[in-house]
C-alpha cells in the first residue's frame, strides 16, 4: 500500500493562495491516479480533483474549476494542489488519495489515504 503525507495546508484571506503537497512512499507511485478530496465540519468528504498516471488527463469539481490545479512529478513521487482565488468555501481539511485502474471521483474507489491538512480561508 502506497503511504500519502500532505502538507502546504494554513490560513489565508480570501482571494489568496495555497500550494497542498502529497509525498508518497511504499509503491510505485507512477502506477496510481492520484486525488484531491476535502472534507469541510458536518460534510462528507467530497471529490476536488484527480490526476492520470502520465499526468495527461485531468478533472477537477466544478466548484474549484477555474481555480485550482492539480500536478504530479513521479520522480519526486510528488503530487500537488495550487489553489488560487480561495474563497471561504473552500476551508476544510484536505486529503490526498491513491488509486490504481481507471481515473474516477468516487471515494470509495480510492484505496490509500493521506491524514489530511487544514485549510482556512478568512473573509
Known amino acids: 500500500q502506497v503511504q500519502l503525507v500532505e502538507s502546504g495546508g494554513g490560513l489565508v484571506q480570501a482571494g489568496g493562495s495555497l500550494r497542498l503537497s502529497c509525498a508518497a512512499s511504499?509503491?510505485?507511485?507512477?502506477?496510481?491516479?492520484m486525488g484531491w478530496f476535502r472534507q469541510a465540519p458536518g460534510k462528507e468528504r467530497e471529490f476536488v480533483a484527480h490526476?492520470?498516471?502520465?499526468?495527461?488527463?485531468?478533472f477537477y469539481a466544478d466548484s474549484v474549476k477555474g481555480r485550482f490545479t492539480i500536478s504530479r512529478d513521479n520522480a519526486k513521487n510528488t503530487v500537488y494542489l495550487q489553489m488560487n482565488s480561495l474563497k471561504p468555501e473552500d476551508t476544510a481539511v484536505y486529503y490526498c488519495?491513491?488509486?490504481?485502474?481507471?481515473?474516477?471521483?468516487?471515494?470509495?474507489?480510492?484505496?490509500?489515504w493521506g491524514q489530511g491538512t487544514q485549510v482556512t480561508v478568512s473573509s
Open positions: 490526476i492520470d498516471w502520465s499526468g495527461s488527463y485531468f
Open positions: 511504499g509503491r510505485t507511485f507512477s502506477s496510481y491516479v
Open positions: 488519495a491513491a488509486k490504481g485502474g481507471p481515473p474516477t471521483t468516487k471515494r470509495a474507489d480510492f484505496g490509500a
